[in-house]
């Protein structure tokens, strides 16, 4: 990967995938360090917890962008659809089932406060309930930014160790692999990949960020042009979806008030 990302355009490397990338805060930051930590607490050692905590951030710079906040609580109403954009090119289908399984489980940081009318999207309540008193990532280790699309085709599962080296800092794996609640093998596995990737660079026991960046990554595999094909895509199925809704409120206009 690295050394087909030499080859591409450098232009190209310019290529804006993200709404923003500030470290988190207010409430959707807050929001988004305990949805984060209860992911992992819920679905460590599986691989639903990568989808679920890109979900989970998708969720809030969707927030950032289009919510509101309700009596303290940050509310946003989102499709899946245009989440699955702000997930790292995620499958709509996979976005779906993350928001089924998660919204009704104990603690669940998203509420389903009232489900898609007509042109309309689900709404969900953002919470911090944390009945079992998990601990919340740092909030300067979350950061309130669209996944990159790069990460689906480096494997989400080595986004969080990433994250922690090239926009926290940290260079000595034993406290990456505790920060990223990852074992050591599991957190070995992923600086193999990102240093063979170019994206970080080993230097005795440390590590540091490489000369490689998610953009020539998603250059390379000219990624720009999947989330431009997926964005006409999901905008025909819109306006298809919306023709349909204006029939069928044409065809009750016809058939007149039932009894």
Sequence with gaps: TASLAK???????????SHGGAVAA??????????????????????????????????????????????????????????????GLMAPTTIFEV?????????????LVRPRIGRDPDFYALTTSNPDNITTVPLERVQ???????????????RVVHDLIVHTGMTRPGDIYAAARVSARTGQLSLAAL?????????????SPGSVTLNDIAAAHQLHEALE?????????????????ALQDQLRGVAGPED
């Design 7 to 17: 080859k591409t355009n450098p232009a190209a490397h310019r290529k804006n995938y």
């Design 26 to 87: 207010g409430p959707f930051g807050s929001w988004l360090s305990y949805a984060l930590a209860w992911a992992d607490h819920e679905f460590g050692g599986s691989p639903l917890r990568w989808t679920v905590r890109d979900t989970f951030q998708a969720l809030a710079i969707k927030g950032v962008l289009t919510g509101k906040i309700k009596l303290g609580t940050p509310v946003v109403g989102v499709g899946g659809r245009s989440l699955s954009l702000s997930a």
């Design 99 to 111: 928001l089924r399984r998660t919204r009704d489980m104990v603690g669940s940081p998203i509420v």
């Design 144 to 158: 309130i930014t669209d996944v990159h699309p790069a990460w689906s085709v480096l494997g989400r599962h080595h």
């Design 195 to 207: 240093a063979a990737a170019g994206l970080i660079i080993r230097t005795g026991r440390s590590v």
């Design 229 to 245: 094909q997926r964005i006409a895509r999901f905008r025909r199925e819109r306006a298809a979806w919306h023709e349909w809704l």
